[in-house]
């Protein structure tokens, strides 16, 4: 993962992760964009309230809201 390539939140996000999340977030990079590692590797790890306050603010972001 290079953080060059991560948008400002996600790259805000992987920060404040544990080190054991950010571990696990490099590893789902196999999978997916760097970006939505983070935010999977996030949301696995919050609870009901958090996702949806997440969720909410990231279609925010995306949509210019």
Known sequence: MNPE???A???RIFNNLPSEL???ALQLCE???EDEAVYLTALRN???R???KFLF???RIKHGL
Do not use: F, G, T
Request: aromatic letters at 0%.
């Open 5 to 7: 390539n991560l948008s």
């Open 9 to 11: 939140e996600a790259l």
């Open 22 to 24: 950010q571990q696990e």
């Open 31 to 33: 999978l997916h964009s």
């Open 46 to 48: 919050m609870d009901e």
């Open 50 to 52: 958090e996702k949806r």
């Open 57 to 59: 603010r990231l279609s």
